[in-house]
């Protein structure tokens, strides 16, 4: 799997997975962090999810390229939109936009 960009990161990838998975820092409160313009936060979200997403728009677009491309756009999509997540289902809502991202890849394609 390629790697996803994670922006404006100043720690090293060592320290911000030790926050993840050590539980210092849980998904709500790194959500919360995001929703308020914490772009380390966000990176986090990336991080944990980067794979499933991929997974997803692979399985709907069986073109490597195009899932990258749509990996990118969903978490683009989802940094610009996370002040709107209410909740409860993080993962829900990403992949919702990771499929949106991919149907979009399909209509470019198509035209």
Do not use: C
């Amino acid at each position: 799997m390629p790697a996803i960009g994670v922006w404006g990161s100043s720690w090293s990838l060592s320290h911000r997975l030790a926050l993840w998975y050590d539980g210092a820092v849980s998904q709500e409160e790194l959500i919360r962090r995001s929703q308020v313009g914490e772009v380390e936060a966000f990176n986090q979200l990336v991080l944990a999810y980067q794979r499933q997403v991929y997974s997803l728009t692979l399985r709907l677009l069986g073109a490597l390229a195009a899932a990258e491309d749509a990996t990118q756009d969903a978490f683009l999509a989802a940094f610009r939109h996370i002040k709107d997540f209410r909740g409860p289902n993080f993962a829900a809502w990403l992949l919702r936009i990771a499929a949106n991202a991919s149907r979009d890849q399909l209509r470019r394609r198509r035209h």
